[in-house]
């Protein structure tokens, strides 16, 4: 949501237009109701954003009329393709409605002032709801009443495990209620996945006995706090007891906060995972079981915050190990903590530069390999200044 709003932000520069403020997904699997106005601050996003785009909170109604388009932009498309084929459009439409707004602007290859926009609408414009924000920020307060924390990224809930098709750990049943809703959910457009497949491939989500695993062979001691960013997780206390017998200081929004205190953001999932968002970038460490949109996020944040401390598991490698461990040809303990270590010695969110394609990729799989601007938004988030005649740099 945050990168395809974004996005259009900076779409709306180059081609010249107005940004009406945009309309949240209600049809996603979570059927949230939630309105712009609900989820972000709508003043705020318009004022910052004045100087660089207009922005108007509806469409104004002598354009209720006017000729319109509804266009399904090119996903990952760079400046040529929005100033001669989009801009072109007004020739003839006075109104154009963007039918998706996920990756349809190119990671590089951009004019400065373009990334730079994108900058600003990301961490300064897009400030969330002011009710989320103070919410979020008495759950910070709370969970460091418990010492520096770790915030889990948990995708281990409904709608992840059925999409990706991984059904490791669950029950012949859970999985088959699982393919059940892949196959209901018409937007999903893969059905048969081979969860064994998948699994080898990292393409699934840590469970959260891997990922007990995985943060006590980091060498974090058992008194660590650890606050839970997630919705419901599947299978309960069933699937989440491992970890907490691991790690008793286990936390969530549910059981820092009253039911009165979380009762406005109830029934809406977004508003739920802004809170979630808010305190794994305040976080002393942020770890994701999944590589997935809010995951991704929430680490190009922490990098244009200074590169907090964010650790990103090699599933790939992990699942290799802990199968061995499940087979008894490899124990817990030093040897498995060192492998572990040492995998992730330069997977913890330092600096570098943005990912290039993967090699020998082509056509729109080669974009689609490319690392996310929103993941990695350095260099072009670093403002360069003059100070004393000496030039430096600053995030």
Same mark, same amino acid.
């Given at each position: 949501?945050?990168?395809?709003?974004?996005?259009?932000?900076?779409? $709306?520069?180059? /081609?010249?237009?107005?940004?009406?403020?945009?309309?949240?997904?209600?049809?996603?699997?979570?059927?949230?109701?939630?309105?712009?106005?609900?989820?972000?601050? !709508?003043?705020?996003?318009?004022?910052?954003?004045?100087?660089?785009?207009?922005?108007?909170?509806?469409?104004?109604?002598?354009?209720?009329?006017?000729?319109?388009?509804?266009?399904?932009?090119?996903?990952?498309?760079?400046?040529?393709?929005?100033?001669?084929?989009?801009?072109?459009?007004?020739?003839?439409?006075?109104?154009?409605? =963007? $039918?998706?707004?996920?990756? @349809?602007?190119?990671?590089?290859?951009?004019?400065?002032?373009?990334?730079?926009?994108?900058?600003?609408?990301?961490?300064?414009?897009?400030?969330?709801?002011?009710?989320?924000?103070?919410? &979020? #920020?008495?759950?910070?307060?709370?969970?460091?009443?418990?010492?520096?924390?770790?915030?889990?990224?948990?995708?281990?809930?409904?709608?992840?495990?059925?999409?990706?098709?991984?059904?490791?750990?669950?029950?012949?049943?859970?999985?088959?209620?699982?393919?059940?809703?892949?196959?209901?959910?018409?937007?999903? #457009?893969?059905?048969?996945?081979?969860? /064994?497949?998948?699994?080898?491939?990292?393409?699934?989500?840590?469970?959260?006995?891997?990922?007990?695993?995985?943060?006590?062979?980091?060498?974090?001691?058992?008194?660590?706090?650890?606050?839970?960013? =997630?919705?419901? /997780?599947?299978?309960?206390?069933?699937?989440?007891?491992?970890?907490?017998?691991?790690?008793?200081?286990?936390?969530?929004?549910?059981?820092?906060?009253?039911?009165?205190?979380?009762?406005?953001?109830?029934?809406?999932?977004?508003?739920? =995972?802004?809170?979630?968002?808010?305190?794994?970038? !305040?976080?002393?460490?942020?770890?994701?079981?999944?590589?997935?949109?809010?995951?991704?996020?929430? !680490? &190009?944040?922490?990098?244009?915050? &200074?590169?907090?401390?964010?650790?990103?598991?090699?599933?790939?490698?992990?699942?290799?190990?802990?199968?061995?461990?499940?087979?008894?040809?490899?124990?817990?303990?030093? &040897?498995?903590?060192?492998?572990?270590?040492?995998?992730?010695?330069? @997977?913890?969110?330092?600096?570098?530069?943005?990912?290039?394609?993967?090699?020998?990729?082509?056509?729109?799989?080669?974009?689609?390999? !490319?690392?996310?601007?929103?993941?990695?938004?350095?260099?072009?988030?670093?403002?360069?200044?003059?100070?004393?005649?000496?030039?430096?740099?600053?995030?």
């Amino acid at each position: 949501m945050r990168a395809g709003i974004c996005d259009m932000v900076a779409v $709306a520069r180059i /081609i010249n237009a107005t940004l009406v403020i945009p309309e949240l997904d209600k049809r996603s699997f979570w059927q949230d109701s939630s309105n712009f106005s609900d989820v972000f601050d !709508e003043n705020h996003f318009i004022s910052v954003l004045v100087n660089d785009v207009k922005v108007v909170r509806k469409l104004p109604k002598d354009l209720a009329t006017a000729t319109r388009a509804v266009k399904h932009l090119r996903s990952w498309s760079g400046i040529d393709y929005y100033q001669d084929e989009i801009a072109h459009m007004w020739e003839e439409y006075q109104v154009i409605r =963007a $039918a998706k707004s996920d990756s @349809r602007l190119a990671n590089n290859n951009l004019p400065p002032d373009i990334q730079k926009l994108r900058c600003r609408a990301c961490y300064q414009a897009l400030r969330f709801a002011p009710r989320i924000e103070a919410m &979020g #920020k008495l759950l910070v307060e709370r969970m460091r009443s418990y010492g520096r924390f770790i915030a889990l990224h948990l995708r281990y809930e409904k709608d992840m495990l059925a999409f990706s098709g991984c059904t490791h750990g669950l029950s012949p049943v859970e999985a088959e209620e699982l393919a059940t809703i892949r196959e209901n959910t018409a937007y999903w #457009k893969v059905k048969d996945i081979d969860p /064994i497949e998948q699994r080898a491939r990292g393409l699934c989500p840590l469970t959260p006995k891997e990922v007990a695993m995985f943060i006590t062979a980091l060498g974090y001691p058992s008194n660590t706090p650890i606050y839970i960013a =997630a919705g419901e /997780i599947y299978g309960g206390d069933n699937q989440i007891s491992e970890l907490r017998s691991r790690f008793p200081i286990l936390m969530s929004k549910e059981n820092l906060a009253s039911v009165d205190e979380l009762e406005p953001f109830m029934g809406h999932a977004s508003q739920m =995972a802004a809170l979630d968002y808010i305190v794994s970038v !305040e976080s002393d460490v942020f770890i994701p079981s999944y590589s997935g949109n809010m995951a991704r996020a929430v !680490e &190009g944040h922490r990098r244009f915050l &200074g590169h907090r401390k964010t650790i990103s598991p090699d599933r790939k490698a992990l699942v290799r190990l802990f199968d061995k461990v499940e087979r008894g040809s490899l124990k817990e303990g030093k &040897g498995l903590s060192d492998r572990i270590v040492e995998i992730h010695r330069r @997977r913890q969110g330092s600096p570098r530069r943005r990912k290039g394609p993967i090699s020998g990729t082509r056509g729109m799989d080669r974009f689609r390999s !490319e690392e996310s601007f929103y993941v990695n938004p350095l260099p072009d988030c670093l403002c360069q200044k003059e100070m004393s005649g000496v030039n430096g740099s600053q995030i």
